[in-house]
């Protein structure tokens, strides 16, 4: 039985137009996500099976796949989430009038002003080599928001770091709209911010018991 699931979009392929063109959205969730899903569960029946024959000589490569499956599940999941149509509501920044002051003042503390965290995962996410996301995240050891630069969907990331808001630096996530011009991507990625969301995702955050003390 499969662990993991595809989850259904919160909008209909074009609720992102002009920013980003319903055929990305189609392919990105349904072929792309879908693989990941299809991945992780796959690589979890490998490793029953790997744990029955007591066969280990592929436990290296197994769970090399089970972090980017899995890992790719879930930054997708959070990315369909973290964005929303520009018409409804979608970009700007967060403000203490629409309700996620809280958020705001995270970002304050954490990156100076909205203006420096805004380039900092600009930058972070234009500049991925190869295939990568930006991502900004709650560190709970320190109580700050941190910008992590991940490599694929799993390497260069802080331990026990919880992802708020994920801008998905792959070229599937863009080429076929902007070919590329990835830091136009990104910087467009600014209009559909869903900043409900991120605050709902950094209020759960803040709220978990920290692994270790500071
Ligand atoms: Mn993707």
Redesign the pocket.
Known sequence: MAIYTLPELPYDYAALEPVINPQIIEL?HDK??AAYVKGANDTLEQLEEARDKDAWGSVNGLEKNLAFHLSGHIL?SIYWHNMTGPKEGGGGEPLAADGVGELADAIAASFGTFAKFKAQLTKASATTQGSGWGVLAYEPVSGRLIVEQVYDHQGNVGQGTVPILVF?A?E??FYLQYKNQKVDFIEAMWQVVNWQDVAARYAQAKDRTPLIAP
Do not use: L, Q, T, V
């Open positions: 990105h792309h996500h997708h998905d792959w599937h996530a």
